[in-house]
């Protein structure tokens, strides 16, 4: 694995249509970026040095890239030169059971891949469509013998349709619209997957902090069982706000960090020695640009410790 | 797999989406499962309030929307639901149940990458219409539906030129080249329970046209017979060829080509002559 050169924070934002937090989708297409995000990325563009955009379908038409460009284009020229570009996919759906035919997604991801130089492409593990219907949040895969073949050949396919490094992500377990199926172990399920098909790994602290809650590694307990996963795989962590609800995990999106994921960062980094990145997901600010109050003690946590751990570490 | 039995992969899809294979599941009845025992012991992981939450969650998302591309069955279906409710006492959140068990949600897809399948709007109106096939009484109903299911799917269709669905009614929803068209009757009953939300003047009843141009422009409102009779007809040659037929409906020879020459104009119908 060749060694490359820490980005430290990044930000990766979950781009709505005509949302409070995304584009302005216009009946034209000439759409753009709203006021809101554009604030906030000039408020904190010296603080972070990585976007991705999650992908959001814009329409009902069929999966062209074109059709996205305007919207794109009018975030990435808010963006200095030096900020890599990455792709949050939602389309690849890693743990389908079923004949799923991405060709139209690698023909449209490819052409972002070029025109914006995207540097890596990040997908939760997990099931996001069934029969054609989305799921109000990715299922985990089914944690099966069949279920890690099936995603095996999932990634497999994926990582030789795409012109760029995928980054699979470690799936969420939290609470309120998820469950799964199997008892394999995840994070064996996981390190298998990594190492059969050597393919990058994304590490979403919250999604950790949601299995170990799920197999009672709470309070003391939290850092078991975590060198069961491909840390060296692993390129990119997520921080993304959560919270914790009558003893169960919600991976809220709220941009409010749990000070257990400031921990869990603090512990994974020096473990991680092929990371590259770490992303703070889904911040959620005002209409100035300027990050909620709430969310900033543990954010000012997290970039500290992420600025040190760049700082220490520039390549490999 | 053995005769009947299911893939664990079809038991999740049922455990979401369809109610009575969800309590079948919840009262441990395994043997409505339809699921090989090697594949049973995979669903003692199962948060059973987890599962209830993730199919409550995907039921409301299917009434309310989830994105911004889609606005759920309470915005593409307002007037029929208010009815439902209201005229007919169905509780809307038992009817979508019912709705999601039956082999028309199954036609729908939201992306198409395991193949196109039907719009919500269309697959909620098939069933509806289903539904309601030996009452005559709630007839209306169905047509209240017809009609929202054309006033949002040419919507869809208007701003999306390259869509990603199939449209299943090809008997409702016309197709020659580039031109989409339907038309629906419209009784003083429907036209009253209409009328506000879809500026409709107040008539005693009336032909009512949804129709996307060959440029991709939309045509709706109120039509008269004779537009009803000639747009079936597609292309002017079709139209000279059948004028005989059209003109016995009460149409001159003079109002058949004033009407056709209008429609190629505003381009309903194709001038191939």
């Not at chain 1, 009018?74 to 990455?86: A, E, G, H, Q």
């Not at chain 1, 209409?287 to 969310?295: D, P, Q, T």
């Not at chain 2, 007919?88 to 082999?103: A, K």
């Not at chain 2, 747009?231 to 009460?250: F, G, P, Q, R």
Request: charged share 25%; net charge negative; proline share 3%.
């Amino acid at each position: 694995m060749i060694r490359q050169k820490k980005l430290g924070l990044g930000m990766g934002i979950d781009m709505e249509w005509n949302g409070k937090f995304g584009f302005n989708k216009r009946p034209d297409g000439k759409d753009s970026i709203n006021e809101r995000v554009s604030s906030f990325i000039e408020e904190y563009r010296e603080v972070f040095n990585y976007l991705f955009i999650a992908f959001q379908p814009r329409s009902y038409n069929v999966l062209r890239a074109e059709e996205y460009f305007n919207a794109y284009d009018s975030i990435y020229r808010t963006l200095p030169d030096y900020y890599v570009k990455v792709f949050h996919h939602t389309l690849l759906n890693m743990g389908t059971m079923e004949r799923y035919d991405r060709s139209e997604i690698f023909q449209f991801t490819n052409k972002l891949i070029d025109r914006y130089d995207i540097k890596w492409i990040v997908e939760d593990l997990g099931i996001w469509t069934i029969k054609g219907k989305p799921l109000p949040y990715p299922l985990p895969p089914l944690m099966t013998e069949e279920g890690l073949e099936n995603c095996i050949k999932n990634v497999k396919e994926i990582m030789n349709g795409l012109n760029t490094t995928l980054c699979v992500e470690f799936p969420g377990y939290t609470e309120g619209t998820n469950f799964h199926i199997g008892k394999y172990n995840a994070y064996e399920f996981f390190k298998i997957l990594s190492d059969e098909t050597n393919c990058y790994v994304t590490l979403d602290i919250g999604h950790i902090l949601s299995y170990q809650y799920l197999i009672g590694n709470t309070g003391n307990k939290m850092f078991n069982d975590l060198d069961k996963l491909p840390l060296q795989q692993c390129k990119e962590f997520h921080l993304s706000g959560c919270s914790i609800t009558n003893g169960k995990f919600r991976d809220l999106h709220h941009g409010v960090l749990l000070n257990e994921q400031i921990s869990l960062l603090e512990y994974l980094l020096p473990k991680c020695e092929n990371l590259v990145g770490v992303t703070y997901e889904d911040p959620k600010y005002r209409e100035n640009g300027l990050l909620i109050e709430k969310s900033l003690p543990n954010f000012y946590k997290m970039k500290e410790i992420v600025d040190n751990w760049q700082n220490c570490n520039q390549y490999g | 797999m053995d005769n009947g039995s299911i893939s664990l992969y079809e038991c999740l899809y049922n455990l979401i989406h369809k109610k009575s294979y969800r309590e079948a599941y919840l009262q441990r009845d395994y043997s409505a499962l339809k699921l090989n025992d090697s594949d049973l012991i995979h669903l003692t992981t199962i948060d059973d309030d987890e599962l209830i939450k993730t199919a409550q969650k995907t039921k409301l998302y299917l009434y309310k929307g989830n994105t911004s591309s889609n606005g759920g069955l309470s915005y593409y279906f307002p007037i029929t639901i208010s009815v439902l409710e209201k005229d007919l006492e169905i509780n809307i959140f038992e009817y979508i149940d019912e709705f999601m068990e039956s082999c028309y949600f199954d036609l729908y897809t939201e992306v198409p990458f395991t193949g196109k399948g039907t719009c919500i709007q269309e697959s909620f109106y098939l069933f509806v219409s289903s539904y309601f096939m030996n009452n005559e009484s709630a007839k209306y109903v169905v047509d209240l539906c017809l009609f929202e299911f054309y006033n949002s799917i040419y919507s869809m269709i208007l701003t999306n030129i390259n869509y990603n669905f199939k449209i299943h009614s090809t008997n409702l929803i016309h197709k020659n080249n580039n031109i989409f068209w339907s038309t629906i009757s419209l009784t003083s009953l429907l036209i009253n329970k209409l009328k506000t939300n879809y500026n409709i003047p107040n008539e005693e009843e009336i032909i009512y046209l949804f129709c996307i141009n060959k440029d991709n422009k939309i045509i709706k409102g109120e039509i008269n017979e004779g537009i009803n009779l000639i747009i079936s007809h597609h292309n002017v040659k079709k139209i000279l060829a059948k004028k005989d037929e059209i003109t016995k409906n009460n149409l001159s020879e003079n109002d058949l080509l004033t009407l056709t020459s209008l429609m190629v104009e505003k381009g309903m119908i194709y001038d191939n002559l």
